[in-house]
């Protein structure tokens, strides 16, 4: 599936094609590439043009050119992926969904919302918010992260366990095809069984098969209070039960674990320490309430300390009094960022285990990495209540060999299939990591994504290298 360079004159003459199009303010080539901020990855703008296109009639216009000029295209939203979903090459044009910003309804009544792709999550949450509503889904990036990029990878977040990922919250969405025709199934409804489901070959798809213009998500309303605190606990096990009796409150909106390297990482470069808890406890369970009445909850929490306490008597807590505390707390889980300042581009991992394998898993895994090289000591963390746990190496990215590569993945990936889990939980599989996609997957799955890909692509025009190898 290897997608054809094309010679400079032929991709200046589609420039030109295009300008005429969208108008020559929506193209960038040459010295304005660089004065764009390439994101998570330094080779997302190694294009020899980034488009802005302002319509789903001008993302059409632009794919109707590039298909009969055999260039390829890299869509691109926020530019916050972790797998190399949007990087590209020279001869290779990206296009970016940053004009096509809009939310253009919100419906209070209904509880949806219809916007466009390249809003970030941020902005819809900020609009749901005036309506007492949000998106049912949350994550660290939520300021840069669009809602296209994040249908594209079926991004998850810290609400996943209760309401899903981002498949489960678009209710319809447009895109455009790689002929330049417009698939459209606004459905504002949760009822619909007229046919196959085909916004669903788009959701994960990361923009292999079309570029997604516009969504309709569904929104839930927005809890009056809210409480959170953080539990210091002795053990895996511990977390796991803590999250269980949290489940049953019907209250919980998140639980975010930091196991101790990484909350002794995050609480010291933060200074973040509090009077009587335990910051060398083996597991760190932030646990987040929603409900109408915040003494409530703050009861609630309190009972679930001291539930918790009677098996485990070496539990701590502290209950976030303010808002300012509260936002303290989840710093410690959310500012991710701080190890690959220590470690650029530092090796990471996104899998999810069935809950009740998540301690053998770790207990074996994380011993078993340390035999590669000595000090390699992870840090992990990650969403607890759907098993979804994140894995970064205390190594620069130059570290990473294909030998060390091949040896760290043989032991994440153990049995990883075999006990109904995922090597990719929410960040997709991009570039990084085809290999672990041909390894883990069912034979027959490749064989019907690659006659999908071939059917709806078959030029490979469409973020080529991704899901798939170029050849």
């Given amino acids: 599936m290897a997608a054809p360079m094309k010679d400079t004159r032929i991709f200046n003459q589609a420039l030109a094609e295009i300008a005429a199009a969208i108008g020559s303010g929506g193209i960038r080539h040459g010295e304005a590439i660089a004065q764009l901020d390439p994101g998570g990855h330094p080779d997302n703008l190694r294009a020899s043009a980034v488009v802005s296109p302002a319509s789903t009639q001008e993302v059409a216009a632009v794919i109707g050119i590039c298909r009969r000029n055999s260039i390829a295209i890299v869509p691109q939203g926020g530019r916050t992926g972790l797998v190399g979903g949007g990087i590209s090459k020279r001869g290779e044009l990206v296009l970016s969904l940053q004009k096509m910003n809009r939310i253009v309804e919100i419906d209070p009544i209904e509880c949806v919302a219809v916007v466009e792709a390249g809003a970030t999550l941020q902005a819809l949450q900020e609009a749901a918010m005036e309506h007492r509503l949000e998106?049912?889904?949350?994550?660290?990036?939520?300021?840069?992260?669009?809602?296209?990029?994040?249908?594209?990878?079926?991004?998850?977040?810290v609400m996943a366990f209760r309401n899903g990922v981002m498949r489960h919250r678009i209710l319809g969405l447009e895109a455009v095809l790689t002929d330049g025709s417009v698939?459209?199934?606004?459905?504002?409804?949760?009822?619909?069984?007229?046919?196959?489901?085909?916004?669903?070959?788009?959701?994960?798809?990361?923009?292999?098969?079309?570029?997604?213009?516009?969504?309709?998500?569904?929104?839930?309303?927005?809890?009056?209070?809210?409480?959170?605190?953080i539990f210091g606990l002795p053990s895996t096990r511990a977390a796991l039960d803590l999250v269980a009796l949290a489940r049953a409150t019907g209250k919980l909106r998140a639980?975010?674990?930091?196991?101790?390297?990484?909350?002794?990482?995050?609480?010291?470069?933060?200074?973040?320490?509090?009077?009587d808890y335990d910051?060398?406890?083996?597991?760190h369970l932030v646990i987040g309430l929603g409900g109408n009445d915040e003494t409530e909850l703050h009861?609630?929490?309190?009972?679930?300390?001291?539930?918790?306490?009677?098996?485990?008597?070496?539990?701590?807590?502290?209950?976030?009094?303010?808002?300012?505390?509260?936002?303290?707390?989840?710093?410690?889980?959310?500012?991710t960022g701080l190890m690959y300042r220590d470690y650029p581009a530092a090796p990471s991992y996104d899998i999810s285990v069935p809950l009740g394998q998540t301690e053998a898993f770790l207990d074996r895994a994380v011993p078993?990495?340390?035999?590669?090289?000595?000090?390699?000591?992870?840090?992990?963390?990650?969403?607890?209540?759907?098993?979804?746990?994140?894995?970064?190496?205390?190594?620069?990215?130059?570290?990473?060999?294909?030998?060390?590569?091949?040896?760290?993945?043989?032991?994440?990936?153990?049995?990883?299939?075999?006990?109904?889990?995922?090597?990719?939980?929410?960040?997709?599989v991009g570039s990084k990591r085809?290999?672990?996609?041909?390894?883990?997957?069912?034979?027959?799955?490749?064989?019907?994504?690659?006659?999908?890909?071939?059917?709806?692509?078959?030029?490979?025009?469409?973020?080529?290298g991704k899901l798939f190898d170029r050849s």
């Fill in 368 to 428: 078993a990495l340390s035999t590669i090289e000595a000090g390699l000591s992870p840090f992990v963390f990650g969403h607890l209540a759907d098993g979804n746990l994140h894995i970064v190496l205390n190594r620069p990215g130059d570290w990473l060999t294909d030998e060390r590569r091949d040896a760290i993945e043989a032991i994440l990936y153990a049995d990883l299939r075999a006990m109904g889990g995922s090597f990719s939980a929410e960040h997709g």
């Fill in 434 to 464: 085809i290999h672990a996609l041909r390894a883990t997957s069912d034979p027959t799955k490749l064989v019907l994504m690659a006659q999908i890909k071939k059917a709806l692509d078959p030029a490979n025009l469409f973020n080529p």
């Fill in 299 to 335: 009861d609630a929490l309190m009972a679930l300390f001291e539930t918790i306490a009677e098996p485990y008597p070496e539990t701590t807590a502290v209950l976030a009094a303010s808002t300012s505390q509260e936002q303290e707390i989840w710093r410690l889980r959310e500012e």
């Fill in 279 to 283: 910051g060398d406890s083996p597991a």
């Fill in 255 to 275: 639980a975010e674990v930091l196991w101790s390297r990484y909350f002794k990482f995050t609480s010291g470069h933060f200074g973040w320490a509090a009077p």
């Fill in 135 to 157: 998106p049912g889904i949350d994550l660290a990036a939520r300021g840069s992260a669009t809602l296209g990029g994040m249908v594209s990878t079926n991004a998850g977040g």
């Fill in 183 to 229: 698939y459209s199934d606004l459905t504002r409804v949760v009822k619909n069984s007229a046919g196959y489901d085909l916004k669903h070959l788009f959701i994960g798809a990361e923009g292999t098969l079309g570029v997604v213009t516009k969504l309709v998500i569904k929104l839930d309303p927005v809890p009056r209070a809210t409480a959170t605190a």
